[in-house]
Nanobody, 126 residues
Framework: QVQVAESGGGLVQTGGSLNLSCTAS????????MGWFRQTPGKEREGVAS????????YADSVKGRFTISRDNADEKIVYLQMNSLEPEDTAMYLC???????????????????WGKGTQVTVSS
């Protein structure tokens, strides 16, 4: 049974930091690209960062230099999203997803990911 679960969200002030975690099971984690997405009501889901099975990383322009994605393929199948210098515009539900095959020209497209978690809320106060 596939399970993807996010944690680490919360309320933080502008300029603060959060470290999100995503645990995954039920599929061959090492062979999957993993991505972080965010969604706010009325807006399309936005790709934030992705990390492929070979470690290739891509960031959305809006988070470059502030967010860092990493993965642990060892005993604990975890993907992290370290978020620094948070801004009110970063407020959203953050979701983690896995993909067995990612078009490297569009690694932040939600349509390429087939396993999704339920999300963790991040709220940045001004």
């Amino acid at each position: 049974q596939v399970q993807v679960a996010e944690s680490g969200g919360g309320l933080v002030q502008t300029g603060g930091s959060l470290n999100l975690s995503c645990t995954a099971s039920g599929f061959t984690f090492d062979d999957y690209a993993m991505g972080w997405f965010r969604q706010t009501p009325g807006k399309e889901r936005e790709g934030v960062a992705s990390i492929d099975s070979d470690g290739s990383i891509r960031y959305a322009d809006s988070v470059k230099g502030r967010f860092t994605i990493s993965r642990d393929n060892a005993d604990e199948k975890i993907v992290y999203l370290q978020m620094n210098s948070l801004e009110p515009e970063d407020t959203a539900m953050y979701l983690c997803a896995g993909s067995s095959v990612v078009d490297r020209n569009r690694p932040l497209s939600q349509y390429q990911y087939n396993y999704w978690g339920k999300g963790t809320q991040v709220t940045v106060s001004s």
